[in-house]
């Protein structure tokens, strides 16, 4: 019953679109740094600070999906 009032409920809507919106954003700057990962490679220089964003950014895609799965089926 609860699932189903939030379900409808707009300002939890809002907070799961903001999350969604997040999450978009995040997997756009992974694609940029895997991109940028593969140019340095390519031209065998130093990916040490790539790797290094690459990997906060895992974490914070890590942290933007835990959960993900409840709050889109709460939102179908």
Do not use: Q
Not at 53 to 70: F, I, R, Y
């Amino acid at each position: 019953m609860i699932a189903l009032l939030r379900r409808y409920d707009p300002h939890h809507r809002a907070i799961i679109e903001r999350e969604l919106a997040e999450l978009d954003e995040e997997c756009a700057r992974f694609r940029r740094l895997l991109r940028r990962l593969g140019v340095a490679r390519r031209a065998k220089k130093d990916s040490g600070a790539i790797l290094g964003e690459l990997g906060t950014s895992v974490l914070h895609l890590h942290v933007h999906t835990k959960g993900l799965d409840e709050l889109i089926d709460d939102i179908e």
